[in-house]
């Protein structure tokens, strides 16, 4: 009998790291997730990847084949196979690929987390059957996998497509990458809790957020009270769409695309954050552009969608190398 060919995804995270195995029509055949433990020394985290690894695989080894390994994490250089000085782990420089490649006798790749979901959206997702599209990734920060031709764009030294830092207010908020006015600091979930407690400083509106510590409101709070009509809450979604959509107008002229798609617990507050969005995409899009581009939801499963992402790094470096013709 022939085995499935099925492929590892790794979604390194800072607080927990995912991983299951994938076929290649984006199933997820099982999955497990583990505590990141970034205070240790990276190796120990891969020999625990490995360990559970070894020991799920047991139960599948005799229907499917492990061919590769994709693995999705913040700062990751394609390039290099390294993650640069990862944010929340307390490692510096990791050669993942070289660290990888002693547990696992298999090809090794390695993207940033917002690249990994572009793959995943173009071969499983919202992208499928799309050569050029754009996902935004919406969670604590903003992040961004550009796709041109159907190829991830990398730039010259593996770190292109940083789109939650270009700059949407000059002299604006402080990011955490030490600029100011970055999209990040404005569109994110962060960015909507920081805008919410400039509007409460500005307005005399009563609000249920007024009774809530900086420290206790997160983005499904403020989703929450939009929902029952806060006018502080809806203003935030009103500001943190327009942002968005004068951005989205922005990066479609360098790429043209025929989506963006929006991922992350941001991006699941739906029409709140997607109507003003596309309003004024359009208001400040090229006329040229205007009524050609959709935003668009994730196509791909919640819950496991970075494993996914990650996974379909590996199968779509794979089918580049025709390693699954042999």
């Known amino acids: 009998m022939n085995k499935i060919k099925i492929t590892l995804g790794i979604d390194i995270g800072g607080t927990n790291t995912a991983f299951g195995f994938v076929d290649q029509n984006g199933k997820m055949i099982d999955e497990v997730s583990i505590l990141t433990k970034g205070w240790e020394e990276a190796e120990k985290l891969f020999d625990r990847i490995h360990k559970k690894v070894s020991k799920l695989y047991k139960k599948y080894s005799a229907q499917y084949e492990l061919i590769g390994v994709g693995v999705g994490a913040p700062n990751a250089n394609y390039y290099k196979g390294i993650i640069v000085n990862p944010p929340n782990l307390q490692w510096g420089d990791v050669d993942v690929i070289a660290q990888l490649k002693e547990y696992f006798n298999l090809p090794v790749f390695i993207t940033n987390d917002a690249n990994a979901t572009a793959i995943g959206e173009m071969?499983?997702?919202?992208?499928?059957?799309?050569?050029?599209?754009?996902?935004i990734t919406l969670g604590t920060g903003l992040g961004g996998g550009v796709?041109?031709?159907?190829?991830?764009?990398?730039g010259a030294d593996g770190f292109a497509g940083e789109l939650g830092h270009t700059?949407?207010?000059?002299?604006?908020?402080?990011?955490?990458?030490?600029?100011?006015?970055c999209l990040e600091a404005y569109v994110s979930a962060t960015g909507i809790k920081r805008t919410v407690f400039e509007l409460l400083a500005k307005r005399m509106d009563e609000s249920p957020l007024r009774k809530i510590k900086?420290?206790?409101?997160?983005?499904?709070?403020?989703?929450?009270?939009?929902?029952?009509?806060?006018p502080i809450a809806l203003e935030a979604f009103e500001y943190t769409g327009r942002l968005l959509g004068i951005s989205l107008a922005n990066f479609a002229v360098f790429s043209r695309p025929e989506a963006f798609i929006?991922?992350?617990?941001?991006?699941?507050?739906?029409?709140?954050?997607?109507?003003?969005?596309?309003?004024?995409?359009?208001?400040?899009?090229l006329i040229t552009f205007k009524n050609k581009i959709k935003i668009l939801s994730s196509g791909l499963a919640d819950g496991n969608s970075a494993v996914l992402g990650a996974a379909a790094l590996a199968w779509n470096e794979l089918d580049g190398r025709k390693v699954l013709q042999e």
């Open 123 to 135: 071969l499983f997702g919202a992208a499928k059957g799309m050569k050029d599209f754009i996902v």
């Open 147 to 154: 796709v041109i031709n159907g190829k991830v764009v990398y």
């Open 167 to 181: 700059c949407i207010e000059p002299n604006g908020r402080k990011c955490g990458c030490g600029n100011s006015g």
């Open 214 to 230: 900086y420290a206790d409101l997160n983005a499904k709070i403020i989703y929450d009270a939009a929902k029952q009509g806060d």
């Open 262 to 285: 929006l991922f992350g617990g941001l991006a699941a507050a739906g029409d709140l954050i997607m109507k003003p969005a596309k309003k004024y995409m359009e208001e400040h899009l």
